[in-house]
């Protein structure tokens, strides 16, 4: 199977010009200009197959804007190959732009001004929908998305959650093939996060739109992603399978036992005492140090326990954890 | 050609149902632009009470001047509001155009249409009577080929003064803080035309007629029409290249439009 994206060595440098300050400051920035150069991007590389749902994780100012925008057309790159589709993004701005969809949290892409219904209509004539394909679609996500209530309220007055379901819709209204959806729960409530990424899933699921989507929310993640990219420092630094990544990285591991009894030493080799509470007791552990069934074995040689679970560490403290102690650093 | 006609009719049609939602803006905006005007041609009736003429200009004929210059300005600032520097600049850095660039049709013609600024109607309303009265003081002797130069010259000044509008928007994909200078060259530029060029100082009159041709768009055509003779000594078609520099000025500025977007899509902002 062909690839949706390729991405092959791409790369984004920008200068920033450095500002003196005063006026012989100002005076030399005329003269000679000092830049930093920014390596935003940095070698990047990856493939995404049609139908995937991927994460794409990292820190602010990692990089994850700067290659959405390179995908979108929005930017030209430094270096590197990149093909979505087929296409050079940036080379034939207008006929990929048909082809896909972006949804950037912050902003929205609807007439501020204007009714909902009126922004749709738009783009219904500037994206040249078909009308039984428009019709057929409103009529779909109108219900998907709950979109009834305020589909003729002005832009301006909608919540947050209304806007991004509408912006949602606007989206997905002319067929793309790949979405792109940066930061799309940013600021929602937990009921329309969920709404949200129920959407998303449907729209993965049953009509086969590849997602690529960029997030703060690690359950964002951890609910609709399978596989997930991390980029930092303008560099990939894992791009796998969100198990493989827990399996990796997870880190500690914790195993909560509750004994048959009040043992004054609950201390085991490989493990430390996080927290104690009676009979129940909470050990964590490196994965990499020891097994949870070796721990079990050396617990249950010296006390009669009643009842024991493994937690996984949850993604959130996974990721932090690799940003953190920079685990990946090469 | 029919396509984006269309297009753009629509967006504009976006605008303008949106601006409906606003009357008392609309007609705060249009009180204060009839304000304006009549101060300034108050102001201008004091001095020339006081000194007679301006360079050897009457009241009518310096009326002419501004009332052009108004009409024309109106116009542009309506038709090409998208471009206003400091609406445009402010676009940049809220990422609403990059929302543009997502769409697939023209981008200029995107952002023409996204926005009309219909309270200028206001001032384009205000700047038609002053050029009424400007007609009817300085007393000009009407021929056919006055009659019909005269939109010609108008056209051209909506042209001249959306080209430097543009200008001045690309510029912002560099520097924001910029946005003074390119005012000084739009607004600045629109008063100085306001007054007959002879009584300003060579090195600025030279500015107007070589750098940017302000001075061929309506100090020339005024000499045409009020029937005055030329104290520079240009050839005797010069009022006549109104259309030429004009559309040069816009063309100048769409080649400039076209460059700064390659320039943005290579470094962002």
Partial sequence: MSSIIAVGDLRKHFKVYRHRRGFWGALRNLATRQYALVRAVDGVSFEIQPGELVGYLGPNGAGKSTTIKMLAGLLVPTGGDLRVDGRVPWRERRAHVARIGAVFGQRTTLWWDLPVIESLDLLQYIYRIPPERFRHNL????????????????????????????????????????????????????????????????????????????????????????????????????DGALDALRERFGGQRELVVEFAELYADVAVDGAHVARQDGQQVVYRFERNAVTASELIGRLSARYRIRDLSVREPDIESTVRR????????? | MWSAIDLYYRLIGAQIRAQLQYRVAFLVELIGQAMATGVWFLSLVLILQRFKSIGGWTLGEVSFLYGMVETAFGMMDMLFSGFDPGFFGRQVRRGTFDQLLLRPVDITLQVLGSEFVLRRLGRILQGAAILAVALALAE?????????????????????????????????????????????????????????????RDWMRRFFTYIVPGIFLNYYPALFFLDKPDPFGLPPFAPFLSPVAGAGVLAAGLTFWRFGIRHYQSTGT
């Fill in chain 2, 140 to 200: 000009v002797r009407w021929t056919p080929i006055k009659l019909a130069y005269l939109p010609v010259v108008l056209a051209s000044l909506v042209c001249f003064f959306g080209g430097l509008f543009i200008i001045g928007s690309t510029i912002t994909f560099w520097t924001v803080e910029s946005i003074e200078v390119v005012n000084i060259l739009t607004y600045g530029g629109s008063e100085m035309m306001s007054y007959p060029m002879h009584i300003y």
């Fill in chain 1, 322 to 330: 690799i940003y953190e102690e920079r685990l990946l650093e090469t």
């Fill in chain 1, 139 to 238: 009529a779909e996500f109108r219900e998907l998305l709950e979109l009834d209530p305020f589909l003729d309220t002005p832009v301006r007055a909608l919540s947050l959650g209304q806007r991004m379901r509408a912006d949602l819709c606007a989206a997905l209204l002319h067929d793309p093939t790949l979405l792109f959806l940066d930061e799309p729960t940013i600021g929602l409530d937990v009921v329309a996060k969920e709404r949200i990424r129920q959407f998303i899933r449907h729209i993965n699921s049953q009509r086969g739109v590849t997602v690529l989507l960029t997030t703060h929310d690690l359950s964002d993640v951890e609910k609709l992603c399978e596989r997930v990219m991390i980029i930092d420092r303008g560099r990939l630094l894992f």
